[in-house]
């Protein structure tokens, strides 16, 4: 006999989610989680504390950049990196105990310890087996390591050890022009530090919009950001004390070299699954390393189903919190879905950076038809007078049908306008419905609008 309807191994933001709708859906829950607190790499070491960072070094960059402008006139505003962390140890602390709370609320059982798959319907934690009749793998990614590059945590970082250097460094060395590389780095830039971002690619953040991706490079570069682009980096070296950053400029096939207190690896993350023994049990992983699943969440081994960055797909807290609910829904008998077409993704830089569909570049690989409706925000009254102009929005649509097909933004809380486009695309809307409908003003919300206008007879402010 089971003791538990559902057994989920891991509290991240796809484990939690999901233990939280099987209670609600009735079903005896439990969750294993083998950290000291819940909420996984997003609430302790990811998403949560890089915003408490961003937050607050976004408003000493204000401080320093725009108060005087308005008016505003301040002593120059000091850093106390030491108060900084305890807030963010505050803003993580607050998170991960409100989990706490939902899961007592919600009658969801901790287990605490690291779960191991022990045969069909079995995990055992910390020595003790349990049995559930169905079981979801939510463990999850840890970053993936560099050949060649030994992190220590020290001088060689990665996100979790860049969100809590003892000091803002004087040189910091980001490898990889990725959502983390950037997103931290511009924490530690608006902090004082002189930051080089070195990139495999010619471009930065891979995948993003082209035209936003230059944008979004000019921008930073503004803000104090060196790049380093098309360039591998092959070793680095921390035995003299300070780390010395070795790479190949891939166009030149030159060997240059360069210094930094600080190293951060951050180029990827690999799905984890060390020490869970699905693939001792036969489990079919993918050529990537990941769980298998099917269009349903479920592995290939019996009652077992996986969801979040442990699968594929994009590694995202929501993406994973999506497919915990579904899953919980399908255990319960109910349909659980996903629709994979409209998952919005966000760098929460200044500016922010949010995209939802289709990409220029996606469209033209596929052969469909589109336009592109653009606004800049320097259109928008709301935008120039927190003087945040600089960026724009784009919109495609259909060239036919005239149905929204993808949005790409960026600009001031772009993070929260671009949920109006998602909301428009699970409604199968097209440019012209957003063009009708009523935008409160002076918003930055007008300027989504005005792309709408922009893929029909044209924007007002353009
Ligand atoms: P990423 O995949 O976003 O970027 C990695 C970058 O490193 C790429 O541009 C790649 O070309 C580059 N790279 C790879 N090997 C390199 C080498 N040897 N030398 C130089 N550059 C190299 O990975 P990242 O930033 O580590 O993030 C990991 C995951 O976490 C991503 O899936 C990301 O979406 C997710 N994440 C999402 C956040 C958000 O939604 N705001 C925040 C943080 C992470």
């Not at 850093?79 to 706490?100: C, Q, S, W």
């Not at 001031?412 to 409908?437: K, N, Q, R, W, Y």
Request: charged share 20%; glycine share 12%.
């Amino acid at each position: 006999m089971a003791n538990y309807d559902v057994i989920v191994i891991g509290a991240g933001p796809g484990g939690y989610v999901c233990a939280i709708r099987c209670a609600q859906l009735g079903l005896k829950t439990a969750c294993v989680e083998g950290r000291d607190t819940l909420g996984g790499t997003c609430l302790n070491v990811g998403c949560i504390p890089s915003k408490a960072l961003l937050h607050a070094s976004h408003r000493l960059h204000e401080a320093e950049h725009t108060f005087a402008r308005m008016g505003l006139i301040a002593e120059k505003p000091k850093v106390d990196f030491n108060r900084m962390l305890a807030y963010k140890a505050e803003t993580v602390k607050g998170n991960t105990t409100g989990i706490e709370f939902l899961f007592k609320k919600n009658k969801v059982d901790w287990l605490k310890g690291w779960g191991r798959l022990a045969g069909a319907g079995r995990v055992d934690v910390g020595g003790t087996a349990h049995s559930a009749r169905h079981i979801v793998i939510a463990t999850g990614s840890v970053p993936a390591a560099l050949p060649g590059i030994h992190v220590d945590e020290q001088t060689v970082v990665t996100s979790t050890g860049a969100l809590a250097l003892k000091k803002v460094p004087d040189k910091l060395v980001v490898i990889g022009a990725g959502v983390i590389g950037l997103e931290l780095g511009s924490v530690y830039a608006r902090l004082g530090a002189e930051v080089t971002v070195i990139e495999f690619l010619p471009r930065i953040t891979p995948g993003l919009d082209a035209e936003v991706a230059k944008t979004f490079q000019r921008i930073l570069k503004k803000q104090g950001i060196n790049f380093i682009l098309n360039a591998a980096v092959s070793g680095v070296d921390t035995s003299a004390g300070r780390a010395k950053i070795t790479f190949t400029d891939r166009k030149k096939g030159t060997e240059m070299a360069t210094t930094a207190d600080i190293v951060l690896v951050a180029t990827g993350r690999r799905p984890f699954t060390d020490g869970l023994g699905f693939a001792d049990l036969g489990g079919e992983m993918t050529e990537r390393g990941q769980v298998a699943v099917n269009a349903h969440w479920v592995t290939s081994l019996p009652g077992i189903y996986a969801i979040g960055d442990v699968i594929e797909g994009p590694m995202l807290a929501h993406k994973a919190e999506d497919e915990g609910m579904a899953v919980a829904e399908i255990i319960a008998g109910k349909a659980g879905h996903v629709n994979y077409d409209v998952i919005p993704g966000v760098i929460y830089t200044a500016p922010e950076v949010a995209h939802v569909g289709a990409t220029e570049e996606s469209l033209k690989d596929s052969g469909i038809p589109y336009k592109a409706g653009k606004f800049p925000f320097m259109g928008n009254a709301r935008a120039k007078l927190v003087h945040q102009a600089d960026g724009f929005v784009k919109l495609l649509a259909h060239a036919e049908t005239d149905r929204i097909l993808g949005c790409h933004v960026i600009g001031p809380a772009a993070g929260d306008l671009i949920h109006e486009i998602c909301v428009a695309m699970e409604f199968g809307a097209s440019a012209e419905d957003l063009a009708l409908t009523c935008h409160a003003h002076p918003t930055c919300s007008e300027a989504l609008r005005e792309a709408a206008l922009a893929c029909g007879d044209g924007a007002i402010h353009a």
